[in-house]
C-alpha cells in the first residue's frame, strides 16, 4: 500500500511539473519544442513513401497522462517529419538538441533516433520524406545484432570537392537496456565541442576537429602516404637472420623420434594377459523380429569385462612410450641481429592535394525535424523534442518533465521487483550491468564491444547466467589487456623445443604490423597443426 501511495504522489507531482514545464518553455528562448500534449497532425507530416507502412499514433505513455508520438507496429519502417518555420543555425553560438524516447516493449532490433534535415532541393515535398532525404546531423539510439549505439553522425560539405561527407562520432555510449523513460541531449558549442548526455549524465565529449573523436576526421592529414614511392629491392627489412657461422653440434641428432618406448617399465602384478578387455553381453538376445536371411548373423553387443574391473588390466600388455630424452628436433641456427636491418619500409609522405583547414564544421542549417526509423519492435514513444540555445532550459526540462516520470517508473519497477521476490538482487545486477556498460564504451575495447554488449545483454535476459557471463566479459577483458603487454605473442608450447621454435622465425619475421597480425594467426594455426601431427601417448589400461 505504502509503495501505491508512493506511485500517485509521484504522479501527481508529474502533473504538476508539467504545468510548471510549459510556463517556463513559454517565458524561455526555445527554438522548437513539441510535447505531444495535443495530436501531432497538422504539425507532423506522415510520408506517403510505400516504403513506410508504420502507423503513427498519439498515444499516453504507459502509467502516465503524458502523450507522445507512438510507434504502433512491429516489423514496420516509419518516417514523419516537422518542417521548422524558420531553419536553425549551427554556426553561432550554443544548440542544444533533446528528445524523449520510451521503448515501451524494449528494443531488439531498430533505431529510436532523429534526423535534423538541411534544407532539401527545389520541389522536395514533405510527404516525400525518406531515408534519401539530406539531414545535417542524426542522433538517437540504434540496437540491432552487434550494434549497441546513441549515434551521433554528422555530414560536412567538403570544401575542395563540394561533396557532402558524413563523419560518425567513434566509441559512442551505449542504449540503455529497460522500458524506462530517458532523455538524450547532443550540446553542441561555438569551440567545436559536444557532449552527449543520457538522463542529464555526460556519457561522451568530443570535439569535431578532433581525428580521436570522428570517422572519417573532419580535417584530412597535411600529408599522405607518396603513392608512386616503391620500396628499393635491396631495403632488409629483417631484425634478425640465422647466424651465417653457426653450425650444427655433432650429437644433433634430427632423425631421433619424439618418444620411445619405456624399457624400464614392468607389467603390474595380476594383470590378466588372457582375458579381453570387453565380452559378449550374456544378457544379451535376439529380438524376435531378428532375420538372420536380411539381417545377418546377429551378433551380442559389447560389455567391459568385469574381471578388469579389479585387476590393473587386461590383453595382452605392452611397455608404454616416454619422453626420448636424445630427442632435440630439426636444427636451425640461431638467430642474431641483421647488420643490414634498415627497419621498416614506409613510402615517403608528400603534402595531401586534398588537405584543408576549417575553424567550425561547415553545418548546413536545421530546416526540419524528422523520425525515419525501421524496427522490429513496437511501443516505441517520442516525446518532448527540444531545440534550445541555452542548456539551462533543457536542464530544466529534463528535471520537471522527464525527471517525475523517470521516478514513477522507476519505483513501478521496484514494487515489481519486490512482488516478485527479485528486488535486491535485480538491484546489485543493475549497477553490475551500469559499470559494464561502461566498460564496453572504453576505447581500447573497441575491437571487442559487440561480443561484450552480446554477453551482457545475455545476462540481462537471463539471470540465472549472470556469473558465466561475467567470468567470460573478465576473460575478454584480460586477454586483451595481456595482448597490449605481450604484443599478442604466446610462450612456446614446449620448454624443450625453445632453441627449434624460435629459430624458425627467421625471414618471415619482418613486414607491416598487418604482417605481423597475419603471423600471430600463422603461428597459432601451425601450433594447432603441430599439436594434431605430434604422437600421442597411449591411455589404455595396457601401459598402467
Known amino acids: 500500500m505504502m509503495g501505491e501511495r508512493r506511485i500517485r504522489l509521484l504522479a501527481a507531482a508529474q502533473a504538476l511539473t508539467v504545468l510548471l514545464i510549459s510556463f517556463q518553455i513559454c517565458a524561455s528562448d526555445v527554438i522548437f519544442y513539441d510535447s505531444f500534449d495535443e495530436s501531432f497532425e497538422g504539425r507532423w507530416v506522415v510520408s506517403e513513401k510505400e516504403d513506410y507502412q508504420g502507423v503513427w499514433k498519439h498515444s499516453k505513455s504507459e ?3 503524458d502523450y507522445g508520438l507512438l510507434v504502433s507496429e512491429k516489423a514496420r519502417k516509419y518516417a514523419i517529419v516537422n518542417e521548422l518555420d524558420d531553419a536553425v543555425s549551427l554556426k553561432d553560438g550554443t544548440v542544444v ?15 529510436s533516433y532523429l534526423k535534423y534535415l538541411r534544407p532539401q532541393d527545389a520541389g522536395w515535398k514533405v510527404k516525400e520524406f525518406n531515408n534519401e532525404s539530406p ?14 549505439k546513441v549515434h551521433f553522425i554528422f555530414k ?7 561533396e557532402y561527407v558524413e563523419h560518425h562520432l567513434k566509441y559512442p555510449p551505449s542504449v540503455p537496456n529497460d522500458k524506462l523513460s530517458h532523455v538524450y541531449t547532443a550540446v553542441l558549442k561555438p ?12 556519457k561522451k565529449k568530443a570535439n569535431f576537429l578532433s581525428a580521436e573523436d570522428f570517422e572519417p576526421a573532419l580535417i584530412p592529414p597535411k600529408t599522405i602516404p607518396d603513392p608512386d614511392d616503391k620500396k628499393p ?3 632488409d627489412e629483417r631484425a634478425k637472420i640465422p647466424d651465417p657461422d653457426s653450425v650444427k653440434p655433432d650429437d644433433w641428432d634430427e632423425d631421433a623420434p619424439m618418444e620411445i618406448v619405456d624399457e624400464e617399465a614392468v607389467k603390474p602384478e595380476g594383470w590378466l594377459d588372457d582375458e579381453p578387455e570387453e565380452i559378449d553381453d550374456p544378457e544379451a538376445t535376439k529380438p524376435e523380429d531378428w532375420d538372420d536371411e536380411e539381417d545377418g548373423e546377429f551378433e551380442a553387443p559389447k560389455i567391459d569385462n568385469p574381471k578388469c574391473e579389479t585387476a590393473p588390466g587386461c590383453g595382452e600388455w605392452k611397455r608404454p612410450m616416454k619422453r626420448n630424452p636424445a630427442y632435440k628436433g630439426k636444427w636451425h641456427a640461431p638467430l642474431i641481429d641483421n647488420p ?3 627497419g621498416i619500409w614506409k613510402p615517403q609522405e608528400i603534402p595531401n592535394p586534398d588537405y584543408f583547414e576549417l575553424e567550425r564544421p561547415n553545418f548546413e542549417p536545421i530546416a526540419a525535424i524528422g523520425i525515419e526509423i525501421w524496427t522490429m519492435q513496437d511501443g516505441i514513444l517520442f516525446d518532448n523534442i527540444l531545440i534550445s540555445s541555452d542548456e539551462k532550459v533543457a536542464e530544466s526540462y529534463r528535471e520537471t518533465a522527464w525527471k517525475p516520470k523517470f521516478e514513477v517508473e522507476k519505483e513501478k519497477q521496484k514494487e515489481e521487483d519486490k512482488a516478485t521476490g527479485s528486488d535486491g538482487l535485480s538491484a546489485i545486477q543493475k549497477k553490475v550491468f551500469d559499470v559494464l556498460y561502461k566498460v564496453a564504451d572504453v576505447p581500447f575495447l573497441e575491437p571487442y564491444k559487440p561480443k ?15 556469473i558465466g557471463v561475467l567470468g567470460s566479459i573478465v576473460v575478454v577483458i584480460l586477454t586483451v589487456f595481456f595482448k597490449i603487454l605481450f604484443g599478442g605473442k604466446k610462450p612456446a608450447a614446449n620448454v624443450v623445443e625453445t632453441r627449434t621454435e624460435a629459430a624458425a622465425e627467421t625471414s618471415d619475421n619482418q613486414g607491416s604490423r598487418g604482417d605481423k597480425e597475419d603471423e600471430d594467426e600463422k603461428e597459432d594455426e601451425d601450433a594447432t597443426a603441430a599439436a594434431a601431427a605430434a604422437p600421442r601417448k597411449r591411455s589404455n589400461r595396457r601401459e598402467t
Do not use: S
Open 191 to 202: 569551440d567545436n565541442e559536444l557532449r552527449i548526455l543520457i538522463d542529464g549524465e555526460e
Open 63 to 65: 502509467g502516465h497522462d
Open 135 to 148: 539531414y545535417t546531423i542524426m542522433f538517437g539510439p540504434d540496437k540491432c545484432g552487434a550494434t549497441n
Open 452 to 466: 561484450i554488449l552480446e554477453l551482457i545483454e545475455k545476462a540481462e535476459e537471463q539471470p540465472n547466467i549472470a
Open 97 to 111: 538538441l533533446q528528445y524523449e524516447v520510451r521503448l515501451q516493449n524494449g528494443l531488439e532490433c531498430g533505431g
Open 340 to 342: 643490414n636491418y634498415k
Open 233 to 235: 629491392e635491396d631495403w
Open 156 to 162: 560536412n560539405k567538403n570544401p575542395k570537392t563540394g
